[in-house]
Nanobody, 125 residues
Framework: QVQLVESGGGLVQAGGSLRLSCAAS????????MAWFRQASGKEREFVAT?????????NYADSAKGRFTISRDNAKNTMYLQMNSLRPEDTAVYYC?????????????????WGQGTQVTVSS
């Protein structure tokens, strides 16, 4: 089973960009479906984006992320990324990466047994 560590969060002005990274240790990263979720203060954890494993590479996005965020992975580096452009104050949240030992991806938090510790993203207006 992999272990996950996020990085790349920070404070950015509205309209700016950030790239989050999720570094995985352990075996089998390339076969895992990976995802990004976020949780704003006082709200439930919500799906942001997901990408399949095993070289399939197809991805899925929440409506709020489409056209602004891009999920990608570098299996040689055991790392997943989330490029976030045109950030808005409502994107402020703790962002978590998650993994599932499955080719298929899911959009619900309960489907992912492995989680990172989260990285804070704050977008000022």
């Amino acid at each position: 089973q992999v272990q996950l560590v996020e990085s790349g969060g920070g404070l950015v002005q509205a309209g700016g960009s950030l790239r989050l990274s999720c570094a995985a240790s352990g075996h089998g990263f390339s076969t895992y479906a990976m995802a990004w979720f976020r949780q704003a203060s006082g709200k439930e954890r919500e799906f942001v984006a997901t990408i399949r494993g095993s070289g399939l590479g197809s991805s899925n996005y929440a409506d709020s992320a489409k056209g602004r965020f891009t999920i990608s992975r570098d299996n040689a580096k055991n790392t997943m990324y989330l490029q976030m452009n045109s950030l808005r104050p409502e994107d402020t949240a703790v962002y978590y990466c998650a993994a599932r030992a499955d080719i298929m991806y899911f959009t619900t938090p309960g489907a992912y047994p492995v989680w990172g510790q989260g990285t804070q993203v704050t977008v000022s207006s």
